[in-house]
């Protein structure tokens, strides 16, 4: 979604790498950049002037001018000031103290706030807790049959005692899940109203009723992320007429160009608490500012790849892989490998994963174009091995893999390159699981010669100690006397050989070795 302002952004920063001072007019050109990269955005006119003016401000300031690096200083300063208008710190759910906690939901018609009910109420249930749903959107086509399908896939109890379809009374329904969640003891009760028009002002006093009736700990606005600019007005409407505590965006998975995300928490002075990035039910997560900030500025997102892989990583699989990678729980197998990358496929898509990590905002056109599919091809090749070869790969030979390659609907190369890049990766893998650096890498420890201990294949000869002269001047003669005599016994053989041992006659030798006739000439 922040593509277009990601890249502007950092054709921006680029123009100041490099710069020991930054003038004045390069601040003045940043900050014309950094204005036209948030309007492309539909960032709200009002947060760009606010944005700029403090990104200026600072900039000229003493932390800039005194700084060893100006450009780095200044992505800090972008980087904060980001936060700022996301609202600065993580905005989480406030529970009630005694008896069930209410959330009610309220938004635009089309913001997907059944689909994001059963997400919250998943997440929450993730949390220790005991959610309810209750469909209280009486009035849209099938809501209530929506929300029973995705609270049966969540896992959730849902409170749908009207059929809907414009039947039923909304305000009396969520009045009596009240009662319902203390009689079956939820502790959080989820309350899905009806879309609305900012301007109809009958829902809008419906809504307005329902929260009265149930007295909510928390009413959230769900806004989809993609409306742009009219996401701003439609927010001020809503908080003017029914008030709420904290915006939840959704779609944020979209390719608009996500304005919405920067402009509401500035505007209207509530936080944005929750972010749905999905169409599955796990696509759901507290909204950090700190961490949306780093990935605008492609620093990446590294905590919240962390959190997802403490979620969804299997311990003690995972100790037993690094055991065996240690050389301390038998070799590493194709099965093991296997293994490892089903749990990263629970962590959702590679492109997704991958464009957590900082630096792959230059990737992201091979990201946007990688093939999900290539790991299921992987997955049929190495199911298509028998225990034994996936044991132990060596045993793969040609008519073992021309098999495998019919057995998987794949290509003989394909199935080379599987096993080559096996090896590689498992010699890789051993390397750094016992600390000996990454192999092929310069500079990493475990190298010759290139930071590390170096190896004695490459460690440069030491020059031979000379004969140790005495520091007194007659024994230093008597040493240089004796030296003479011992070059003068050697006589004129070159090698040295000492006097008295037995000299060897070259031509008997070569005559003993009954050699051609034209071969002696090559002897003198």
Not at 218 to 232: K, S, Y
Not at 413 to 419: A, F, G
Not at 423 to 452: D, N, T
């Amino acid at each position: 979604m922040f593509a277009t302002l990601s890249d502007r952004l950092a054709d921006t920063f680029k123009n100041l790498r490099g710069k020991g001072r930054l003038s004045e007019a390069d601040i003045d050109a940043t900050a014309r950049e950094i204005r036209i990269a948030l309007l492309e955005a539909d960032v709200a006119l009002p947060v760009v002037k606010e944005f700029v003016a403090a990104v200026k401000e600072r900039a000229r300031g003493e932390e800039v001018s005194q700084a060893l690096n100006p450009a780095q200083q200044v992505v800090k300063i972008v980087d904060e000031e980001l936060v700022n208008i996301l609202g600065g710190e993580t905005r989480r759910l406030r529970y009630a103290k005694s008896g069930p906690t209410v959330i009610m939901l309220a938004g635009l018609q089309g913001a997907g706030k059944t689909t994001l009910a059963a997400k919250l109420a998943l997440w929450l249930k993730g949390q220790g807790k005991s959610p309810m749903l209750v469909a209280a959107d009486l009035q849209r086509p099938n809501a209530v049959n929506q929300l029973q399908v995705n609270g049966e896939r969540a896992g959730v109890t849902v409170f749908a005692p009207e059929p809907g379809n414009g039947v039923g009374d909304p305000v009396g329904v969520a009045r009596a899940s009240i009662e319902e969640a203390k009689r079956t003891l939820h502790d959080v009760v989820i309350v899905d109203t009806a879309g609305r028009l900012g301007v109809d002002a009958e829902m809008m006093q419906q809504a307005a009723d329902i929260r009265d009736a149930v007295q909510p700990d928390e009413v959230l606005f769900v806004v989809d992320a993609m409306i742009g600019q009219d996401a701003v007005t439609t927010a001020q409407a809503f908080l003017d007429g029914v008030g709420y505590d904290g915006v939840v965006l959704t779609k944020l998975d979209g390719d608009a160009r996500g304005g919405a995300a920067l402009s509401i928490a500035s505007i209207t002075g509530k936080p944005v608490m929750f972010a749905s990035a999905g169409e599955k039910l796990t696509d759901f997560d507290l909204f950090h500012p700190d961490r949306m900030a780093s990935r605008i500025l492609d620093m990446g997102d590294v905590l919240t790849l962390i959190e997802q892989a403490e979620k969804t990583f299997d311990a003690e699989q995972a100790a037993k892989a690094a055991a065996k990678l240690s050389g301390q729980g038998g070799e590493f197998t194709l099965d093991d490998f296997l293994e490892q990358m089903q749990q990263v496929r629970k962590l959702g898509s590679m492109s997704k994963i991958m464009g957590m990590l900082p630096g792959m905002g230059q990737f992201r056109e091979q990201l946007e174009n990688f093939d999900e599919r290539e790991i299921d091809r992987i997955q049929a090749i190495i199911q298509s091995m028998t225990p034994a070869e996936r044991a132990n790969p060596k045993l793969i030979d040609g008519s073992r893999r021309a098999r495998i390659a019919r057995g998987s609907g794949r290509q003989v190369s394909d199935v080379n390159q599987l096993v080559d890049r096996f090896f590689e990766a498992r010699k890789m893998m051993q390397s750094l699981a016992k600390g000996g650096g990454m192999p092929g890498m310069p500079g990493m420890p475990g190298m010759p010669g290139m930071g590390g201990k170096r190896s004695r294949a490459k460690q440069a000869p030491k020059k031979a100690k000379g004969r140790r002269v005495s520091g007194n001047p007659a024994k230093a003669a008597q040493q240089a006397a004796a030296e003479k005599d011992r070059a003068a016994a050697a006589g004129a053989n070159p090698f040295g050989r000492p006097a008295g041992e037995e000299q060897i006659d070259y031509e008997k030798a070569a005559a003993a070795l009954d050699l051609p006739k034209d071969f002696s000439k090559y002897l003198k």
